[in-house]
């Protein structure tokens, strides 16, 4: 397994340029924040999350990055239904100057790192459950493997290598081939994912 150790030897054995340690560090974690929020197949992971009566608004994980898709409700009678996305203007506008409304859950917003639900639930007997995107931790020490530095090593490495030539050396060819590089390889694993949710008889997205 490579480590992020390993990464940063790696870059600056690409760049082949002293003291550049600090940067190459940097600019790794930095390609890791540009990339966290894409929908990469290993990262998505599921939330249940169980109604409380009365109350609107809910957390999500503290590891949720964004929606796969939308947020469903299972009820008491253990029928599952689609929630309808609204955002938090919607939301706002459809409550405002109306009295509460309680009920079944029909639609939702998402806000920060909650989700509002309306109407607000009667009691804790509805289920709400969806796919997301999980903000995997980035590395912290130069041991750290994981996601992101192995099946995803060449995106980051690719992506940190066109940061450093665009905004610390300044060569805008060299970043733009990086950027491009980071691309095709990301383009890669998404069809390698997609091959694996269609094997699996997945949908890759809710209509």
């Not at 340690?21 to 998505?44: C, G, M, N």
């Amino acid at each position: 397994m490579a480590t992020y150790g390993e990464m940063k030897a790696r870059l600056a054995g690409d760049l082949r340029r002293t003291g550049l340690a600090d940067v190459i560090a940097s600019k790794i974690l930095e390609a890791i924040r540009h990339l966290k929020d894409e929908p990469w197949y290993e990262t998505e992971t599921s939330m249940s999350v169980t109604s409380v009566a009365d109350q609107r608004e809910y957390d999500f994980p503290d590891d949720f990055s964004v929606l796969v898709g939308r947020i469903y409700t299972t009820d008491s009678a253990g029928t599952r239904s689609q929630l309808v996305p609204l955002s938090i203007d919607e939301l706002d506008v459809m409550r405002d100057g109306t009295p509460e409304v309680t009920g079944e859950p029909a639609c939702y917003a998402v806000l920060g790192s909650q989700f509002l639900v309306d109407p607000v639930p009667t009691d804790n007997l509805t289920i709400f459950d969806a796919r997301y995107i999980s903000n995997l931790a980035p590395p912290t020490s130069d041991s750290s493997e994981g996601f992101w530095m192995n099946e995803a090593q060449d995106v980051v490495a690719h992506q940190a290598l066109g940061y450093i030539w665009a905004t610390v050396i300044r060569d805008p060819e060299k970043a733009q081939s990086e950027f491009a590089l980071a691309q095709q390889e990301f383009l890669r694993i998404t069809a390698k994912s997609e091959q694996r949710i269609f094997a699996q008889g997945r949908e890759v997205c809710d209509e």
